[in-house]
């Protein structure tokens, strides 16, 4: 069975660029999260998305949003850049929005580097 | 204000020892527990997981322990192995009651475990 895959694997892109990362979940997962990892931190959230509706937005900028497709794919961008968004950009999917035994799974990440 | 600490950026244990991982959280709606295993260039890999009204889940090597009155849970890997080497994440959820956002980990700042030969 596919695990959840994101592209691209890595990314370059200078200050005031935008970037669309992209992401399919694990076949039957609805529910789909995005969170971004600077280095020495754990992930932080910024998005769900369930059924294709935002269920829960972290603490950031405005310059980040995404959408979730009816095949439960999702997108996510992020408009001028700045070089603190250089980080790690992983994909989460799970079953349901949340709760107990909800375990979400990981793909392997888009590393962004933004110069 | 970090909302689950894990308060030892590192541990270096003996092949076949106890591996013990520590997590603090300070959020009393947190009532799902989670770690995570990741290796360097990949995405975190979900090891095991606790819900609030257990105190104890135990998954082969893996075994969490959940002390909701000191806001304290640990893995514990007995017998460590070279390839548990790696970071780990622990994470919580909170509960439906938590609002929209019910479905958001939060993540400590991860442990990095070395388990030499």
């Known amino acids: 069975d596919a695990g959840v895959t994101q592209s691209p694997t890595h990314l370059i892109k200078t200050r005031g660029q935008h970037v669309t990362l992209r992401c399919s979940p694990i076949?039957?997962?609805?529910?789909v999260s995005w969170y971004q990892q600077v280095l020495g931190q754990g992930p932080q959230f910024i998005f769900q998305?369930?059924?294709?509706?935002?269920?829960g937005r972290g603490n950031f900028p405005d310059r980040f949003s995404a959408r979730q497709f009816p095949n439960y794919s999702s997108e996510l961008n992020v408009n001028a850049l700045l070089l603190g968004d250089s980080a790690l950009y992983l994909c989460a999917s799970s079953l349901r929005a949340g709760g107990s035994y909800n375990e979400q799974f990981f793909g392997p990440g888009t590393r962004l580097t933004v110069l | 204000d970090q909302q689950v600490k894990q308060n030892s950026p590192s541990l270096s244990v003996q092949e076949g020892r106890i591996s013990i991982l520590n997590c603090d959280y300070t959020n009393s709606m947190f009532d799902y527990f989670l770690w995570y295993k990741k290796y360097p260039a990949e995405g975190p890999t979900f090891l095991i997981s606790i819900s609030s009204i257990k105190d104890k889940n135990e998954d082969g090597r893996f075994t969490v322990f959940l002390n909701k009155s000191a806001k304290h849970l640990s893995l514990h890997i007995v017998p460590s192995q070279p390839g548990d080497s790696a970071v780990y994440f622990c994470a919580a959820s909170p509960s439906p009651a938590g609002g929209t956002s019910y479905g958001k980990l939060t993540f400590g700042q991860g442990t990095i475990l070395t388990v030499h030969p």
């Open positions: 998305y369930y059924e294709k509706e935002e269920r």
């Open positions: 076949s039957g997962h609805k529910s």
